[in-house]
């Protein structure tokens, strides 16, 4: 209590409640070229529907990466996925003022928050919401009240008496009748520009799948805006923005508006009064009374989408050298660990690059080596790897195969943060009905995933009881005995095919070659658990005094915790030291606070010797012994 200078009372509360937390153990991350998508930012997926949605369905390019993030979604829900660009030639599609496809106005906008820094510089009318050629199949339109009541007009009367599309429409006349056929009636002015004495203010805007590659249906309505608005500040009833540039940024799935200069360049968003443009009176276009968009004559403004670029692939070693470009830019997002919670790091469908950098490694384990070393940075995850995809498909040598693998575990390194896996697995791929390879990296992620929710993260996914693979129709390679061996000492996790249990993870080590209790999967993720739930319980520490109160408070926020982990038979012992032994004068002097925490972690089964003894008739049991 402070000290008082005169006579009273004082009340002060203490909180001594503090625990070890729950930390969360089953958080996959993936980084991987998808055909759509924000870009180089993490989203969080939950589903394989989901993912389609987000990312596009699988292609000749992008399906390693689809399967893997696919397969790990088999067994858990929740995973971080980056795309991966490059930087240098990916671009949007887009429409200019004129309705022409692409041009020089033509960006890359990788995602909103980069929307954000480049709206006043992305000229054209409308863009792609994400880079790629897959924006080429979209069509984004808009009209307001003049084009609107104009396209009334303009309707054939055979449209009018059949409601059909008669076959000498001109595509203007096409455009003009989906906004008829999907609005009820025309944009005009809305209350809150009104009240400010503007109007005119209104837009319609359609988003079209112009080619059908989205939905598989060509000119299908995608998205609809009903009376969006010209004015900056426009807002909804409930507060929200209602101008259509902030719109689309923030609830379209398919397209961005360009910047105020792509419309006042068609005089879309231009003032009567004193001829000043949107952008030049930002704060009270309200009050404004807006030009048609039809100025030059066209009811409608906008078009069919073009010039998208992919961008060259993200894997090239030309890419793959660099930190600032394709996956290793995308993988970067995941390095720290106060930003971004990860615990699963997959190499994904990196590990069917082929080729090799300026120094001779195999692009595939450039990517490995650094989510390996990803991990071993962070010291709260693992990563999972697979062997390049030529070192086990297609194969017919056993022989082969084993040295491969052990060729490319060479090159990955030794790390207890990192799992290796045996093969590439053989599935049906629905989206495009084919029958397909894909790393097991995603399924290995998924293994440890189903394990933390059937028991904890300290059990090996390994085995017949944890360790069957889902959704497979094969194995690449069907190793024997001798090669399970030679792997399992380079700290190769195989996959065995048994009859009537199918596929099964066949190994339980990290990367790890040294023996020692690291060198298991289950105890590494053991320790992972300890470290992070005791690190964030021991920031409470943190500015306090090191005296005998302090380090008593953590040893009792400490044992409880690893008690229930020891009966829910994580560890078989433990003992925490927090006192003058450890906290000596020079440590509490140096402002330091030490705890020291051994564990015996639980060890799991890898090898079982049964005995059979054939005893003779005459002979008792008591005699020979157990």
């Known amino acids: 209590m402070p000290f008082q200078v005169s006579p009273g009372i004082n009340v002060s509360e203490r909180d001594l409640t503090t625990v070890v937390p729950n930390v969360a153990t089953t958080i996959g991350g993936i980084a991987g070229q998808y055909t759509w998508g924000p870009c180089n930012q993490r989203t969080r997926i939950t589903t394989e529907n989901e993912l389609v949605e987000t990312f596009g369905e699988p292609t000749d390019v992008t399906v390693n990466y689809f399967w893997t993030a696919a397969n790990f979604l088999a067994y858990g829900n929740n995973l971080l996925v980056v795309r991966s660009i490059s930087d240098d030639d990916a671009l949007n599609s887009s429409v200019e003022p004129d309705g022409s496809a692409g041009s020089t106005n033509q960006r890359l906008i990788e995602?909103?928050?980069?929307?954000?820094?480049?709206?006043?510089?992305?000229?054209?009318?409308?863009?792609?919401?994400?880079?790629?050629?897959?924006?080429?199949?979209?069509?984004?339109?808009?009209?307001?009240?003049?084009?609107?009541?104009?396209?009334?007009?303009?309707?054939?009367?055979?449209?009018?008496?059949?409601?059909?599309?008669?076959?000498?429409?001109?595509?203007?006349?096409?455009?003009?009748?989906?906004?008829?056929?999907?609005?009820?009636?025309?944009?005009?002015?809305?209350?809150?520009?009104?009240?400010?004495?503007?109007?005119?203010?209104?837009?319609?805007?359609?988003?079209?799948?112009?080619?059908?590659?989205?939905?598989?249906?060509?000119?299908?309505?995608?998205?609809t805006w009903e009376k969006v608005s010209k004015a900056?500040?426009?807002?909804?009833?409930?507060?929200?923005?209602?101008?259509?540039?902030?719109?689309?940024?923030?609830?379209?799935?398919?397209?961005?508006?360009?910047?105020?200069?792509?419309?006042?360049?068609?005089?879309?968003?231009?003032?009567?009064?004193?001829?000043?443009?949107?952008?030049?009176?930002?704060?009270?276009?309200?009050?404004?009374?807006?030009?048609?968009?039809?100025?030059?004559g066209d009811?409608?403004?906008?078009?069919?989408?073009?010039?998208?670029?992919?961008?060259?692939?993200?894997?090239?070693?030309?890419?793959?050298?660099?930190?600032?470009?394709?996956?290793?830019?995308?993988?970067?997002?995941?390095?720290?660990?106060?930003?971004?919670?990860?615990?699963?790091?997959?190499?994904?469908?990196s590990s069917g690059i082929t080729g090799t950098d300026a120094n001779g490694n195999k692009i595939a384990n450039v990517i490995g080596q650094q989510i390996v070393n990803i991990a071993a940075a962070r010291k709260d995850c693992v990563a999972f790897v697979s062997p390049e995809q030529t070192s086990v498909v297609g194969q017919t040598s056993n022989t082969t195969i084993t040295n491969n693998i052990i060729a490319d575990k060479t090159q990955l390194g030794a790390s207890n943060y990192g799992?290796?896996?045996?093969?590439?697995?053989?599935?049906?791929?629905?989206?495009?009905?084919?029958?397909?390879?894909?790393?097991?990296?995603?399924?290995?992620?998924?293994?440890?995933?189903?394990?933390?929710?059937?028991?904890?993260?300290?059990?090996?996914?390994?085995?017949?009881?944890?360790?069957?693979?889902?959704?497979?129709?094969k194995s690449s390679w069907e190793p024997r005995q001798g090669d399970r061996d030679e792997l399992y000492k380079v700290s190769v996790n195989p996959l065995v095919t048994q009859i009537g249990a199918g596929v099964i993870l066949y190994g339980d080590k990290t990367m790890q070659v040294n023996p020692t209790a690291f060198d298991r999967i289950n105890v590494r993720r053991l320790f992972i658990v300890l470290e992070k739930a005791i690190s964030i319980a021991a920031r409470a520490m943190l500015f306090e005094f090191n005296d005998e109160f302090t380090r008593a408070q953590f040893v009792n926020i400490v044992t409880p915790f690893l008690r229930e982990v020891q009966g829910r038979r994580g560890i078989t012992d433990f003992k925490v030291v927090c006192d003058r032994s450890n906290n000596t004068g020079q440590v509490i002097d140096t402002n330091n606070f030490v705890g020291d925490i051994f564990i015996k972690p639980t060890r799991s089964i890898n090898f079982i010797q049964l005995n059979f003894i054939a005893a003779r008739s005459d002979v008792s049991f008591s005699e020979i012994g157990g």
């Open 111 to 223: 995602n909103n928050d980069d929307y954000e820094t480049k709206t006043a510089n992305i000229p054209a009318l409308f863009y792609a919401k994400y880079p790629g050629v897959l924006g080429d199949s979209l069509e984004v339109l808009a009209i307001d009240k003049a084009g609107f009541e104009q396209a009334v007009v303009n309707r054939p009367a055979s449209v009018a008496a059949r409601n059909a599309t008669p076959p000498t429409a001109t595509a203007l006349q096409l455009q003009e009748l989906k906004f008829l056929e999907t609005f009820n009636s025309a944009p005009g002015t809305s209350e809150d520009a009104a009240s400010a004495g503007g109007s005119n203010d209104e837009l319609h805007v359609l988003v079209v799948d112009k080619g059908g590659l989205f939905t598989g249906v060509v000119g299908e309505v995608l998205e």
């Open 232 to 296: 900056v500040d426009a807002k909804r009833v409930d507060g929200s923005s209602n101008y259509v540039l902030n719109v689309l940024k923030n609830q379209s799935r398919y397209a961005h508006s360009g910047g105020v200069s792509g419309y006042t360049a068609l005089k879309a968003v231009e003032v009567t009064a004193a001829g000043e443009t949107l952008k030049a009176i930002v704060g009270s276009p309200k009050s404004s009374t807006f030009e048609d968009l039809n100025a030059d």
């Open 299 to 349: 009811t409608v403004i906008g078009g069919v989408l073009g010039g998208g670029n992919d961008g060259s692939d993200v894997e090239g070693s030309d890419l793959i050298s660099s930190a600032q470009d394709g996956l290793p830019k995308g993988y970067s997002l995941f390095e720290n660990p106060d930003i971004v919670d990860v615990t699963l790091l997959m190499a994904g469908g």
């Open 419 to 473: 799992i290796m896996d045996g093969a590439w697995k053989y599935q049906y791929d629905r989206y495009r009905d084919i029958f397909i390879f894909v790393p097991m990296n995603g399924d290995m992620a998924g293994l440890c995933a189903r394990t933390d929710f059937t028991n904890d993260a300290w059990w090996s996914p390994a085995g017949y009881n944890r360790g069957s693979i889902k959704n497979i129709v």
